[in-house]
């Protein structure tokens, strides 16, 4: 998947955005859920920009993989990372390409922003998500 975001223009102006697997049509909570708090089962990629410390979030703008509606970053969740490696604020009022790869055979997910790699994770999403069903 490939997509052009606009973060915003702001610092600290919202909660941000999270792409969702998910196997039905539907939400989860709102709000610091962003859309994915909740929802059961799913893998998410959280671009989040505003730091919610109920939920361990850093104080920098960050991007994480994220389980089955859980965006608190203490439990198993890959600990997030600075969404630009030398920046601490994405909300620069510009369009910045987000790629997301998935080999379901070498079981390979990655996360580009701007082409730069942000996250490399191997994770069965069919198996260890959906449990066998694709």
Known sequence: MEIDLKFGCKDRGADGIVFIFHDRLRTGEEGGGMGFGK??????????????????DPEFDHISIVKDGSLDHGNENLKPVSIFPNRKNIEDCKLHRVIILWNPYAKEFQVFIDNSLRIIRQIDIVGEIFKGKS
């Open 39 to 56: 929802l059961k089962p799913s893998l998410g990629v959280e671009m989040d920009t505003y730091q919610n410390y109920d939920l361990d």
